[in-house]
């Protein structure tokens, strides 16, 4: 049964850099699952279409149907980079959010107590490097997820799906 997000606002996700067509297609579903209002992929994460224009079965794989009914754009294919897009959305009135652990970051628990917003740009970066030094600095803030095992992160898609349905009050 399909219902409509409870949280008022619009809500927006960028995958920068993200290598995995798996973890895409993963997030592309979950996007789904909690109404987030459009994705924009940028730098090398690819998206459900090819360079030809063809559909990409192994997004698909793991999308099962979402990359077709989540919103989504190619930051490159509309002339934006990811930060001009960022400083865009900034200038706007968007919060920017970094799912990331620095130094500076927030426990995402807190993160709407603390940093309340109705218009919201989720920033999820690559498997490995996670989001880039210069394009953190352009978030108004940084939330992570306190890893309490040996292991210092989780895969992408899984802190994601915990992640967007938190700070969504799903």
């Known amino acids: 049964m ?3 997000r409870e949280t ?3 809500f927006y996700v960028v995958l920068n850099n993200i290598r995995s067509t798996q973890n895409v297609g993963a997030i592309l579903r979950t996007c789904d699952a909690s109404g987030i209002d459009k994705v924009f992929f940028s730098g090398i994460t690819p998206s459900p279409i090819d360079r030809f224009g063809r ?3 192994d997004v698909s794989k ?3 149907g979402a990359e077709d009914s989540v919103k ?3 930051l490159e294919e509309i002339g934006k980079s990811v930060e001009s897009f960022l400083k865009e959305m900034k200038s706007d009135g968007f919060q920017i959010v970094a799912l990331e652990q620095s130094k500076n970051s927030v426990d995402y628990k807190n993160l709407n107590k603390e940093f309340p917003a109705d218009k919201r740009v989720v920033l999820v970066g690559n498997e490995v490097k996670g989001v880039d030094s210069e394009i953190l600095d352009l978030c108004d803030v940084t939330a992570e997820i306190p890893m309490l095992g040996e292991k210092e992160s989780l895969n992408v898609a899984v802190a994601f799906g915990i992640f967007i349905f938190r700070i969504l009050e799903i």
Request: glycine share 6%.
């Open 62 to 64: 793991s999308a099962l």
């Open 72 to 74: 989504w754009e190619v």
């Open 55 to 57: 559909k990409r079965s």
């Open 2 to 4: 399909k219902q409509a």
């Open 8 to 10: 008022a606002g619009e």
